[in-house]
């Protein structure tokens, strides 16, 4: 089947927001802490920094200091915390409109161009030593399209959330920056049974296109999925 010629057959649209990754991690860490001193992290992150409580308040959280009695769920938390805001005070979304509409919407299964990656990617036994570097490619692709666990990629943690808002997964940084090399590398190849022709290595130009505009900013991005 030629990509070009491939039919839209889901609702679901895909994104990819620049964000600050390691308040994305440390969020998420205190977010599931089932132990008694959950408040406690969670108000020395405030106090550590103050831009976050300063968002919350902006917001219109009167006491955001208190996670006990937060009216807001967890996926709104990490989104409104950790993502970039561009002039306007909106989300900021990576990538020209043209990679950002391929990249929303790819013409296979649920739409998830990430997922078509995931599938159809396989290590190059053409260069020595490629497994580790094919590992490492998918670690990352996994934890972008799926880091919403507790304990594994399996159970969903951050989506369903107010508003249906639903996060897939973030990367770091630095983690942009890794991806970043593994993708431009030589340790990946295609399967053999791919369905769509030439569409990994599509997927892939467009992907590389925008975790270069986030590197560009020094930011990590958030993986997120609207219904």
Not at 71 to 90: A, Q, R, V, Y
Not at 182 to 195: F, H, K, M, Q, Y
Request: overall charge negative; some cysteine; aromatic content about 8%.
């Amino acid at each position: 089947m030629d990509l070009d010629q491939a039919h839209d057959s889901t609702t679901a649209f895909y994104t990819l927001h620049s964000c600050n990754g390691d308040i994305a991690g440390e969020l998420t860490a205190i977010l599931s802490d089932d132990s008694p001193s959950k408040e406690e992290n969670w108000q020395q992150l405030l106090l550590n920094r103050t831009s976050i409580r300063n968002r919350l308040v902006d917001q219109g959280l009167v006491n955001p200091l208190s996670l006990e009695q937060m009216t807001w769920d967890d996926p709104m938390l990490l989104f409104t915390c950790s993502i970039h805001l561009d002039e306007e005070g909106k989300p900021m979304t990576i990538g020209d409109n043209l990679t950002r509409e391929r990249f929303g919407r790819f013409p296979y299964g649920n739409g998830s161009l990430i997922n078509y990656v995931l599938e159809f990617l396989r290590p190059n036994n053409r260069v020595k030593s490629s497994n580790e570097g094919y590992n490492k490619t998918l670690n990352l692709l996994n934890k972008l399209n799926s880091f919403n666990t507790l304990d594994n990629y399996d159970t969903p943690r951050y989506d369903g959330g107010q508003g249906g808002m639903n996060i897939l997964g973030f990367l770091s940084f630095e983690e942009v920056v890794e991806l970043r090399k593994l993708l431009g590398g030589r340790n990946w190849s295609v399967a053999s049974d791919e369905p769509l022709d030439g569409g990994v290595r599509d997927a892939i130009k467009h992907l590389l296109s925008m975790i270069k505009a986030a590197e560009r900013r020094d930011s990590g991005v958030m993986h997120r999925a609207h219904s």
